[in-house]
């Protein structure tokens, strides 16, 4: 076999044929279409190894294109009795603006610098601070291993208060960047330390509270957010405790340029046109008018704020940069910036439901825009069915997931609901302990039922 595996179109293949140090042209997926390993990823010992302990013996192999949505028209059946709302829904919708924006398909160079920028375009160009070497032991070492254990209530409240006071204390960092003030190092510090905090007691939490946002307090909240499931994605790629803190101030700070843009081009209430969006690429560059020595954050931080909206295809911006230009840790936080932006409800449209969401990020690292490694840690995160996602699984059974499994993303831990009333006692099933069982689709949109702010009490 060559070094790059052949085009195989659709047909099975066996897990026998793939060769370590292979490059894959083409994605492929298990017997579920669930997807194992991105095209352009190397096959790695570990990776044959996973598929061998989880009794995998053949693949597919497929040509780059959109995930079949088998689990969207499983979801639309089990929610036949809404169908007549949806189509109420439809005939009232409005149509599309004939100004939508279409030019951030392709990504777009911005022709805004400064002194700061500048810098950075340079050391991108040669490759300085690009890379990733370990500061320290593994930050997921320290992380508290639940199991199955239910959320605990304390904790609940507590992480959510946490989280307030974060987006209380960006929301202040925000405003003094804005007015002219220097960027309060000490207060991202104080933002981080506690999310870390967190993370080391309840991972699951942590991201939980990360992937169900609102679009209040923006960009504070947003940014918050972003940065909690991207330290809590960080944490499974086994980075130390000083990286995750870079991942964070960088995901923290990247949008507080949207609070310099120009109104008159710019309508956050509206939907983004071409001359809009050429509004926002000024964004990343405008973080850096703010900030007046890049000395003042550490460097991974900047080049993340910088380049948490380039994509590994070159159809990002401020600079259209590609894979091979993109630091490791913007990678991952572009992964989580764009979760949680589909996660969160805009004036012109409503949330995406967590597990469509993944479904769109799974389509677009097909398309190049994503980097595998970030796509695995995502799920490995929060599951291909993300918490709080309620399911029904193949013995007919429906539950609400509630922790997920690591590396086996399609199999997280669920608690079992009978009815649609939350069971005083359910019963807790680990989907990797029950191999005969498999999530079937995911069911009852959670903005219907309000499921999930239920699940973390109104938090």
């Given at each position: 076999m060559s070094s790059t595996i052949a085009n195989k179109g659709s047909k099975s293949l066996s897990v026998a044929e793939l060769r370590v140090g292979s490059t894959l042209r083409q994605s492929i997926f298990d017997d579920r279409?669930?997807?194992?390993?991105?095209?352009?990823?190397?096959?790695?010992?570990?990776?044959?190894?996973?598929?061998?302990?989880?009794?995998?013996?053949?693949?597919?192999?497929?040509?780059?294109?959109?995930?079949?949505?088998?689990?969207?028209?499983?979801?639309?059946?089990?929610?036949?009795?809404?169908?007549?709302?949806?189509?109420?829904?439809?005939?009232?919708?409005?149509?599309k603006s004939k100004n939508k924006v279409t030019s951030f398909k392709n990504g777009q160079v911005c022709p805004l610098r400064n002194n700061k920028t500048i810098q950075l375009d340079r050391e991108i160009s040669s490759s300085q601070h690009l890379g990733l070497p370990p500061q320290g032991p593994a930050f997921s070492d320290e992380c508290t291993k639940r199991g199955t254990e239910k959320f605990d209530k304390e904790n609940i409240q507590k992480f959510a208060a946490n989280r307030q006071k974060a987006i209380f204390q960006m929301n202040t960092v925000f405003e003094e960047m804005v007015t002219g003030n220097d960027v309060n190092t000490k207060a991202l510090t104080a933002v981080t330390d506690s999310a870390l905090d967190d993370?080391?007691?309840?991972?699951?939490?942590?991201?939980?509270?990360?992937?169900?946002?609102?679009?209040?307090?923006?960009?504070?909240?947003?940014?918050?957010?972003?940065?909690?499931?991207?330290?809590?994605?960080?944490?499974?790629?086994?980075?130390?405790?000083k990286t995750l803190t870079e991942l964070s101030i960088g995901c923290l700070i990247h949008d507080v340029g949207m609070l310099k843009l120009d109104n008159r081009h710019y309508d956050p209430d509206k939907e983004i046109t071409d001359s809009a969006w050429s509004e926002i690429t000024r964004h990343p560059i405008l973080v850096f008018e703010m900030i007046e020595n890049l000395d003042r954050i550490p460097r991974h931080s900047a080049l993340i704020a910088y380049q948490m909206h380039e994509r590994c295809n070159g159809k990002g911006y401020p600079r259209r940069l590609t894979s091979e230009q993109i630091h490791p840790l913007s990678k991952i936080a572009s992964v989580a910036d764009a979760f949680v932006a589909l996660c969160s409800p805009?004036?012109?449209?409503?949330?995406?439901?967590?597990?469509?969401?993944?479904?769109?990020?799974?389509?677009?690292?097909?398309?190049?825009?994503?980097?595998?490694?970030?796509?695995?840690?995502?799920?490995?995160?929060?599951?291909?069915?993300?918490?709080?996602?309620?399911?029904?699984?193949?013995?007919?059974?429906?539950?609400?997931?509630?922790?997920?499994?690591?590396?086996?993303?399609?199999?997280?831990?669920?608690e079992i609901w009978p009815t649609e009333e939350e069971p005083e006692n359910p019963e807790v099933v680990d989907l990797l302990e029950l191999p005969h069982i498999i999530v079937d689709s995911p069911i009852a949109p959670l903005d219907e039922l309000n499921r999930n702010e239920e699940f973390l009490m109104e938090c």
């Open positions: 279409e669930v997807l194992l390993l991105a095209a352009g990823s190397e096959i790695t010992t570990q990776f044959l190894e996973k598929l061998k302990s989880r009794g995998i013996k053949t693949v597919q192999m497929r040509p780059e294109k959109k995930i079949k949505n088998t689990r969207q028209e499983a979801a639309l059946k089990a929610s036949n009795k809404k169908s007549t709302n949806n189509k109420e829904t439809k005939k009232t919708a409005k149509p993370l080391k007691n309840d991972p699951d939490l942590l991201a939980c509270l990360g992937i169900n946002p609102n679009s209040d307090e923006y960009p504070a909240r947003h940014s918050t957010l972003t940065s909690m499931l991207a330290i809590a994605m960080g944490a499974q790629l086994k980075l130390d405790r805009r004036p012109f449209r409503k949330a995406v439901q967590p597990y469509k969401a993944v479904e769109i990020l799974l389509s677009s690292a097909q398309d190049g825009y994503y980097d595998p490694s970030a796509i695995r840690a995502l799920l490995n995160t929060v599951s291909l069915f993300p918490v709080g996602s309620f399911v029904l699984l193949s013995d007919g059974r429906t539950g609400r997931v509630i922790r997920a499994n690591g590396a086996s993303f399609d199999r997280p831990i669920i």
